[in-house]
Every structure is written in C-alpha cells, then in structure tokens.
Nanobody, 115 residues
C-alpha cells in the first residue's frame, strides 16, 4: 500500500504562483511513474505532468512553460511548481503513483485561480 498526501493548494489571482507537494509513504525512487493530474468541475481528470521510468518527464501542452514537476528522492516528495496561473487552471489536483503495477491516488488539493 502506498499513501500519497498533497498539500499547497489554495486561492490565487491570475498570473500568480503556487507550489504543490505530494508526500509518499515509501521511496518514490521505486515508483515506475509518479506525477500530477487535475480535474475541473464537469470535466474528466487529465494529466498535468508525470515522471516515468525515473527519468522521462511528460507535461501537458496546456501547462508547458508554466508548470514544472520535480522530485526529491531523499524526502520522498514530488512537487509541482505552477507559475503564470490562469483561471482555466482551476481544478482539484491529484498526486498519482504507479508502483508494482498498481495505481495510487492522493485525496486531492483544490487550486482556484481568480481572474
């Protein structure tokens, strides 16, 4: 079992920044895939940014150049730095990990960007 706990969400004005953090209950170095998804009201959950096979990073086109994913193996955390936020970034952001063929989700953290 893996527990993922997100933090860092909140309310911010358009153009502002937030940093999300996901703390894992075990070594993130062992995860085949770890990263962030988001779900806006009335929409499907979508990929934001993810690290695969420990080295490959994929970032959604809608956030490229604004969001950066990073991990700290010593702290077992995966962060998402979000800059130049837009109202359309408003969503619940979920941490995700794929470990030994099983997927795990955090409880989500709300990000609201006001115009």
């Amino acid at each position: 079992q893996v527990q993922l706990v997100e933090s860092g969400g909140g309310l911010v004005q358009a153009g502002g920044s937030l940093r999300l953090s996901c703390a894992a209950s075990k070594s993130i170095f062992s995860f085949y895939r770890v990263g962030w998804y988001r779900q806006a009201p009335g929409k499907q959950r979508e990929l934001v940014a993810i690290i695969s096979s420990r080295v490959t990073t994929n970032t959604a086109d809608s956030v490229k150049g604004r969001f950066t994913i990073s991990r700290d193996n010593a702290k077992n955390t995966v962060d998402l730095q979000m800059n130049s936020l837009k109202p359309e970034d408003t969503a619940v952001y979920y941490c995700y990990a794929l470990d030994l063929g099983r997927g795990y989700w955090g409880q989500g953290t709300q990000v609201t960007v006001s115009s």
